[in-house]
């Protein structure tokens, strides 16, 4: 169990990121190979069987040891703290070890698999210039792509756990390191997305399985299928890539419910939802078109991301309304505030309003209110779960979101992973 004490600092936001960076370097559990975390989750199949469950998290970026290294690095760049940086690279030995031995085509995926390993790792080396850790971290990269080159079949489309998020987390390290072969993988990633799809005169999807729709949606739907298919375009020049990443984004239009100022969540097509998160709805299809609007300036991308952040302000204003009669909303990333107080950082960045800079502000100061709400405990993205350490449900995303709402230079959005943070002085 290892310790850290930061001096005071002028922000509350940084503070809160230093408390759970300490918290997580207290909670830092030893291993064969480098450290992890113990955590709640879920298991069961409905709301009446559910039960909650410790036990160790895993090596990935979703809500694994990667993911925190993510987090813990970045803080130790920021607040110059050695123990933070010690910390965080033996979580990434430990998550690289797992992924080296577990590399296989099921175990590639970018958040719960080898890919956003490497990529975490990567960014953590680069934000701690760490030598070893980079060739640790690319050496990685380059076994998955050479795994894609060879024929590896990847089952799902998605962003989350299948080929689209391979291809965007490769597409990153080639950034970061120039080797042709990530680029290559990612080509024929993209080539088996577009061979994959489902055509129709309203646009583009990924069905998951027969008869049913194609979701909306970054983590499991169109646009974080789009995404890698108009990153690869802008890229390499292909113009059919680009053709179709148009026809994904046109197909999630044509779900949009002007009324509701959002999308359907289609995993119930017969009663579909209407979610607003990262993995499903607005808060993820905001950041795709933020990104496009930054990447092509075209006015259709701003129109719809600035729908997104109409229904972001909803979530926030009935958080806000429940916080006053004593309701603890969730403040992670995927599902809860975390996610909405990304959307508006993103836009403060891409758009250089300083209003969505002081909307931001708000909700982390909503945050840290229903904190206290709840007995000065973050509420998480699992429920009835009080320990969950990691990155998009749990405290490490939290603390991510406090270091960015604080400084947005300090770290990159984690709603689009491989961008990099804005350039400014930390």
């Known amino acids: 169990m290892r310790t850290e004490t930061q001096p005071a600092t002028t922000s509350r936001y940084r503070d809160a990121a230093i408390e759970i960076g300490n918290h997580l370097v207290a909670g830092a559990t030893a291993e064969t190979f480098g450290v992890t975390w113990t955590g709640d989750d879920l298991i069961g199949t409905d709301e009446n069987s559910t039960s909650v469950v410790h036990g160790p998290v895993g090596p990935d970026l979703y809500g694994g040891a990667a993911g925190i290294a993510w987090f813990l690095g970045h803080l130790a760049r920021a607040t110059a703290s050695q123990v933070y940086a010690d910390v965080a690279r033996d979580a990434l030995v430990f998550s690289l070890s797992a992924a080296r031995r577990e590399l296989c085509p099921t175990n590639l995926s970018l958040y719960s698999g080898a890919t956003g390993i490497a990529l975490a790792a990567a960014e953590v080396a680069n934000a701690l210039d760490d030598v070893d850790l980079r060739c640790?971290?690319?050496?990685?990269?380059?076994?998955?792509?050479?795994?894609?080159?060879?024929?590896?079949?990847?089952?799902?489309?998605?962003?989350?756990?299948?080929?689209?998020?391979?291809?965007?987390?490769?597409?990153?390290?080639?950034?970061?390191s120039g080797d042709s072969r990530h680029l290559d993988a990612t080509r024929l990633a993209c080539e088996q997305l577009v061979a994959r799809r489902s055509r129709s005169w309203w646009g583009d999807s990924w069905p998951d399985h027969e008869g049913q729709p194609g979701l909306c949606g970054l983590g499991h739907g169109a646009s974080g299928i789009g995404l890698v298919l108009a990153e690869a375009a802008w890229l390499t020049g292909d113009a059919s890539l680009l053709d179709a990443a148009h026809a994904a984004f046109t197909y999630e239009r044509g779900h949009f419910a002007r009324e509701r100022s959002a999308w359907p969540d289609l995993r119930k097509p017969e009663s579909p939802g209407w979610t607003t998160a990262w993995c499903h709805g607005a808060l993820g299809i905001g950041a795709v078109r933020l990104r496009l609007h930054e990447a092509t300036g075209e006015d259709w991308a701003l129109a719809e991301a600035s729908a997104a952040l109409l229904a972001g302000r909803a979530?926030?204003?009935?958080?806000?309304?429940?916080?006053?009669?004593?309701?603890?909303?969730?403040?992670?990333?995927?599902?809860?505030?975390?996610?909405?107080?990304?959307?508006?950082?993103?836009?403060?960045?891409?758009?250089?309003?300083?209003?969505?800079?002081?909307?931001?502000?708000?909700?982390?100061?909503?945050?840290?209110?229903?904190?206290?709400?709840?007995?000065?405990?973050?509420?998480?993205?699992?429920?009835?779960?009080?320990d969950v350490p990691g990155l998009f449900i749990g405290i490490a995303g939290i603390g991510v979101t406090m270091l960015r709402v604080d400084n947005p230079a300090a770290i990159g959005s984690p709603m689009l992973p491989g961008r990099p943070a804005i350039t400014a002085k930390l």
């Open 136 to 176: 640790e971290a690319f050496a990685l990269a380059r076994d998955i792509a050479d795994a894609i080159i060879a024929g590896a079949i990847i089952e799902m489309d998605d962003l989350l756990g299948g080929l689209a998020g391979v291809g965007i987390g490769l597409l990153a390290l080639h950034r970061m």
């Open 315 to 386: 979530l926030a204003v009935n958080a806000g309304r429940d916080a006053a009669q004593g309701i603890a909303h969730d403040a992670t990333l995927c599902h809860g505030l975390g996610g909405v107080t990304e959307l508006i950082l993103l836009a403060s960045e891409i758009l250089n309003l300083p209003e969505h800079q002081q909307a931001a502000r708000r909700l982390a100061d909503l945050c840290l209110k229903i904190r206290a709400l709840n007995g000065g405990k973050w509420t998480t993205g699992l429920a009835g779960c009080t």
